[in-house]
């Protein structure tokens, strides 16, 4: 069992600053708990987006990351918040804020697989205003919910690596996870065309938006590899 608590204050040159604070937990040699508070001043630079919808004389302070992981050989469970961009940047911008999610990953020598569930922002539509009544066709409160799937298996022969990722977006109102996109082999395209109807407001549409990377890796040595990889909407 081991824990420690890291404070590092920032100040920058026009005077903002920027406060991490840091706990971490091993429950034992598999299970752990990170948790990251920072306060800050909102014109500090970061090299992250850090979101937030509320301050005060432009001080603010939020949860920047907090997660559950479990990892022991080859395996690894993750629950909470934390950046996602140093997985791959196809797919991911190493800017982007942290996100809440959870994350699932195998690997041996030969072989790697990655699973992500990821909430996105959520949408509040009222419709008391005549334009969004007449979009939605009443004058309620709507809901949009966002979430965001991606896999991906790598497969190592020789010097080669080939990796092929999917992830697809689903939104709707109310919309919580799908089950028949948490099939852990399966093609996300497959599920979205054999599920093709989803009813967001009173229109019953197929808004999940599909992506597909392919990448192949050469590693000529240690200090030299070649990385080629693209990806189709």
């Known amino acids: 069992m ?8 920032q100040i920058s040159s026009n005077k903002s600053f920027s406060i991490p604070i840091t706990l971490k937990y091993d429950i034992n040699e598999n299970l752990s708990i990170f948790n990251k508070v920072r306060f800050y001043n909102i014109e ?3 090299l992250n987006y850090l979101h937030q919808d509320y ?11 907090s997660y ?12 909470g918040r934390n950046y996602i961009a140093d997985h791959s940047e196809l797919f991911f911008s190493k800017y982007a804020t942290s996100k809440d999610h959870f994350k699932f990953n195998f690997k041996n020598n030969k072989f790697e697989y990655n699973y992500y569930i990821i909430r996105l922002n959520n949408e509040i539509f009222d419709c008391e205003n005549p334009e ?10 709507h809901n949009i919910n966002r979430w965001y799937y991606y ?37 996300f395209i497959a599920e979205q065309m054999h599920n ?3 009813i967001d407001g009173e229109v019953e549409d197929n808004n999940d938006n599909y992506f597909m990377g392919l990448g192949i890796k050469y590693i000529k040595s240690e200090n030299l590899s070649i990385n080629a990889s693209i990806i189709i909407d």
């Open 44 to 46: 500090h630079p970061h």
């Open 132 to 141: 969004c009544a007449e979009v939605w066709g009443d004058t309620g409160i």
């Open 151 to 187: 896999k991906d298996i790598s497969i190592e022969f020789d010097k080669f690596i080939l990796t092929f990722s999917e992830s697809i977006f689903s939104t709707g109102e109310d919309r919580i996870p799908e089950w028949y996109y948490l099939n852990p082999l399966g093609f």
């Open 2 to 9: 081991y824990a420690s608590i890291e404070f590092n204050a």
């Open 68 to 79: 559950l992981k479990y990892a022991n050989n080859n395996i690894q469970f993750l629950i």
């Open 55 to 65: 301050n005060r004389k432009n001080l603010t302070a939020i949860n920047e990351i």
């Open 196 to 198: 093709p109807e989803n």
